[in-house]
């Protein structure tokens, strides 16, 4: 069965601090890949996608991700965390047999000032 | 351009009645997918329609249903309510690409559903 898990279900960092939120999945077949966060009162928003080809993408706010295909792994950085980091994140896939995305459980990030 | 909109944005309901609640895509996405938000379960997949066809489903009852329009517009339903029915409601688009793929999925707030 398609899953996505990830890790640590709440992190609290102090601003400046580096972040890694971990992502596992395990599907058949060629895999797309996302992160959301959903900031308090918002709605989800995307921060990055991997489709394919380079596979350290780039996303919005500073965020990155490296997919490891031989981890089965696609975990979120950011170099230095700050206070409006505060949400939740969540990894996501999909593959091309259909748009449906399979969530992880969410990682509730608490940056402090 | 406008956001995925998705009314109402909160419902309150009883055991047994049903609900129906709508979602309109960005302009020109024509799949629309419906997710159940839960502190529980979190965020389960219920279904996707693209092109006025169920493309995928989720593994929910059959209480569940939805359509889309020739607008691509969407519309969920849940019969007989149940209390574990109580969840937050995403609506997401996305657009079909050229290549027969799709895009990323774009989120609408959300219609909060109590079911008392």
Wanted: glycine share 10%; proline share 4%.
């Amino acid at each position: 069965a398609q899953s996505v898990s990830q890790h640590n279900h709440h992190v609290i960092l102090s601003e400046a601090a580096s972040l890694e939120l971990g992502c596992n999945y395990s599907y058949g077949g060629t895999v797309n890949l996302f992160w959301y966060v959903q900031y308090p009162g918002q709605h989800l928003q995307l921060l990055l996608k991997y489709f394919s080809g380079d596979p350290l993408v780039k996303g919005i706010k500073g965020f990155e991700a490296e997919f490891i295909k031989s981890k089965f792994s696609f975990n979120l950085r950011k170099p230095s965390v700050q206070w409006s980091d505060t949400a939740e994140y969540f990894c996501a896939a999909s593959n091309n047999a259909g748009n449906m995305l399979t969530f992880g459980g969410g990682t509730r990030l608490m940056v402090k000032p | 351009k406008a956001g995925v909109t998705q009314t109402p944005r909160y419902l309150i309901k009883t055991r047994g009645q049903q609900v129906t609640l709508s979602c309109s895509p960005i302009s020109g996405h024509r799949s629309v997918s419906w997710y159940q938000q839960t502190p529980g379960q979190g965020l389960q997949f219920l279904f996707e329609y693209f092109s006025e066809t169920q493309r995928n489903k989720g593994n929910f009852p059959g209480r569940f249903s939805g359509r889309q329009f020739s607008n691509s517009r969407s519309e969920m339903n849940v019969s007989t309510l149940e209390l574990g029915d109580s969840a937050l409601y995403l609506c997401a688009s996305s657009l079909w690409l050229a290549g027969g793929t799709y895009n990323e999925q774009f989120f609408g707030p959300g219609t909060r559903l109590t079911v008392l």
